[in-house]
């Protein structure tokens, strides 16, 4: 399987503060990972997928950015909705298909 | 508007069998390139793919519980079925059903693009 692995684990921050948070996997998987917000109670909502295009409807401070063994999702200036946790996916190949650990945003 | 929603029992013993079932509306696995997957998530809150079911019948396990697992569609009620067979205590996650849409890359074949629709989980217990 193909391990993935989220740092910082967790981190706080403050409205507005720019946001990077990593995933790597352990093999080349080209651009075939997604992020996915998910706030306390709720379901996973996809953000952004094939590494770097934005679901419909996600705001544009979102980015994310990438390829190979290492991408990154970039919150351009954090908003008090943005309060989550984050999770990266990748399906690359044959399933399974595996997340990230995941990255709490809490408030500083 | 696009909607899916997991039903099924909140409580399960150990060595039962789980049934869950995802309903869904705003599309159709009648539909080329749809899919319906199973995702669960444990208390930690790691999460898990377990399954996913394609349109034209086409399954695919996560092979560290494929012995136990079995999808079926039933598409004109909108509905996927995920059975676990032999439930043990971790087991116990809140299981959601995710739409995908089935995509090609030249190397590696076809493949789900992502999980764009969830439903909102149905938290299943292991419990004697």
């Known amino acids: 399987d193909i391990q993935m692995t989220q740092s910082p684990s967790s981190l706080s921050a403050s409205v507005g503060d720019r946001v990077t948070i990593t995933c790597r996997a352990s093999?080349?998987?080209?651009?075939?990972l997604n992020w996915y917000q998910q706030r306390s109670g709720k379901a996973p909502k996809l953000l952004i997928y094939?590494?770097?295009t934005l679901q419909s409807g996600v705001p544009s401070r979102f980015s994310g950015s990438g390829s190979g063994t290492d991408f990154t999702l970039t919150i351009s200036s954090l908003q008090p909705e943005d309060f989550a946790t984050y999770y990266c996916?990748?399906?690359?190949?044959?399933?399974?298909?595996?997340f990230g650990q995941g990255t709490k945003v809490d408030m500083k | 508007q696009i909607t899916l929603k997991e039903s099924g029992p909140t409580l399960v013993k150990p060595t039962q069998t789980l049934t869950l079932t995802c309903t869904f509306s705003?599309?159709?696995?009648?539909?080329?390139?749809?899919?319906v997957n199973w995702i669960r998530q444990t208390p930690g809150k790691a999460l898990e793919w377990l399954a996913l079911i394609y349109w034209n019948d086409d399954k695919f396990y996560n092979p560290s519980l494929n012995s136990r697992l079995t999808l079926s569609k039933d598409t004109s009620r909108n509905q996927v079925v995920l059975t676990m067979t032999n439930m043990e205590i971790v087991d116990t996650a809140t299981y959601f059903c995710?739409?995908?849409?089935?995509?090609?890359?030249?190397?590696?074949?076809?493949?789900?693009?992502?999980?764009?629709?969830w439903g909102q989980g149905t938290l299943v217990t292991v419990s004697s």
């Open positions: 093999q080349s998987i080209s651009n075939y």
């Open positions: 995710a739409r995908s849409l089935r995509d090609y890359h030249f190397l590696t074949g076809y493949y789900p693009r992502s999980f764009d629709y």
């Open positions: 705003g599309f159709s696995l009648r539909s080329s390139g749809v899919g």
């Open positions: 996916q990748q399906n690359h190949g044959n399933p399974p298909y595996t």
């Open positions: 094939s590494a770097s």
